[in-house]
């Protein structure tokens, strides 16, 4: 009967008894059992995680950029693709930062439950105060030669160091397109199967999830005492991401749609919806992307050229309900645990959300692994990932939605410039007779 359950369904019933679990330690009083026995194998998923996060971000990387061989033919709808695409994943970004710091979902845990966390990691917020004070004393470029690693197998063993490994991806993946193929096929067949290795990774970590979610959640429970507030927060922050990714789907894509195109958003959502409910109900972009350029190019009319290269590279690098996410649940746990972010961290965070979300994979579960990459790079405890993962899939599925819609989106608007689109016989046959 277990095995046969979704691993959604494993990882709600894993929350739903990791708070049993913690209640009744701390109504028994039971709370140094459960953090000596119970509360480490949270701690052994959270370092699974973290583990494959270096190379997931790299090879991620590397394989999308060069992906990009063909640009040499199609550099216009490249540059037009790419543009885009950073755009939306930007606004995604500054409006979920928006929302959450405008709804403040993590601020309704009560001032002293503020206070015990913010002592208990009161030695990681006085470092972060320190090197915000240094970064104030230092050139305003001093974020781009910190972007720069001069060691990449150092960068490589700490995660905080992120962006050096994503600039050394970009550059690596820059040098590949510009060589000749033939030369570079063995390195691309190398990262090919690198890939594969470590979503099956991916995959084998995300067994463990129930159990770690269990774990973690319960050792949170008794952290917090118990705390009803925990669950109040969570609602929230539920309503905010949700709010967010909404906000993409109903007001700026028919917003760009408009603007780009002489397209009603009615229409285009009628044609894209199988390819929007096949994403919702797999959570993977990549496994829904035959259907939705069966659904761009037989429904909307997006010529094969364009959509065989926008689509597939919009799997890898755009990621708009990824991004929104990570902003809102990067913020929400900095609120819940009581870390103090200024604007210099909230840039922090746009920047490497949208950078981050173009090396996350289009499967289940490779957000949360990129969530991690945002939070460490702006020091929140990732033991907060105990908060969201229970409710992560639920999440996941909308944001994948709003992933497929965004990549539909740019690749419809590439299409119209390039004079490439061609409206279909049953949206002209349906205006028609409106």
């Not at 708070?19 to 026995?37: N, P, R, S």
């Not at 583990?51 to 490249?78: H, Y």
């Not at 949700?242 to 009628?270: E, N, Q, S, V, W």
């Amino acid at each position: 009967m277990w095995k046969r359950l979704p691993l959604y369904v494993k990882i709600l019933v894993g929350m739903a008894l990791g708070i049993v679990a913690g209640m009744l330690a701390v109504y028994f009083d039971l709370t140094k059992f459960t953090t000596d026995w119970i509360k480490p194998w949270g701690a052994i998923f959270l370092n699974l995680l973290k583990l494959i996060a270096v190379p997931l971000i790299f090879v991620s990387l590397v394989k999308g950029i060069s992906s990009l061989s063909n640009i040499s033919k199609l550099s216009r709808i490249g540059i037009k693709t790419i543009s885009l695409y950073v755009i939306s994943t930007v606004i995604a970004v500054s409006f979920g930062l928006l929302l959450v710091n405008s709804f403040e979902p993590g601020n309704t845990f009560p001032e002293h439950k503020k206070i015990e966390l913010q002592e208990r990691f009161g030695s990681d917020i006085s470092l972060k105060k320190n090197q915000a004070d240094h970064i104030k004393e230092e050139s305003p470029l001093q974020f781009l030669v910190d972007v720069v690693p001069d060691n990449f197998f150092k960068a490589a063993t700490d995660n905080t160091k992120m962006l050096q490994i994503i600039f050394f991806a970009i550059l690596f993946g820059i040098a590949m397109v510009s060589l000749e193929e033939k030369k570079v096929k063995p390195v691309k067949d190398f990262f090919d199967g690198i890939d594969a290795i470590i979503l099956k990774i991916i995959d084998i970590i995300m067994l463990f999830a129930p159990y770690g979610v269990f774990a973690l959640i319960a050792g949170l429970i008794v952290d917090f005492s118990g705390d009803a507030d925990l669950f109040t927060a969570l609602g929230w922050y539920a309503i905010t991401v949700i709010a967010g990714l909404l906000i993409m789907i109903f007001l700026i894509y028919p917003l760009f749609l408009r603007i780009f195109t002489p397209i009603k958003y009615t229409d285009f959502y009628k044609s894209i919806s199988p390819a929007q409910l096949l994403a919702f109900s797999t959570s993977s972009s990549a496994a829904t992307l035959p259907v939705t350029m069966e659904c761009v190019e037989n429904k909307m009319g997006v010529s094969n050229e364009v959509a065989s290269f926008v689509l597939p590279v919009g799997v890898t690098i755009n990621m708009d309900g990824t991004s929104c996410y990570q902003a809102i649940a990067a913020v929400f746990i900095a609120q819940v645990f009581g870390v103090p972010l200024d604007i210099y961290d909230q840039l922090l965070i746009v920047v490497t959300a949208t950078l981050a979300s173009i090396g996350t994979p289009g499967v289940p579960g490779g957000s949360i692994v990129m969530l991690i990459i945002v939070l460490t790079s702006v020091g929140i405890p990732i033991e907060g990932l105990a908060l969201i993962l229970g409710i992560d899939r639920p999440l996941d599925m909308l944001r994948t939605v709003v992933n497929v819609t965004g990549d539909a989106t740019v690749s419809t608007i590439v299409a119209k410039t390039e004079g490439k689109l061609t409206y279909p016989p049953q949206i002209i046959a349906e205006k028609v007779k409106s």
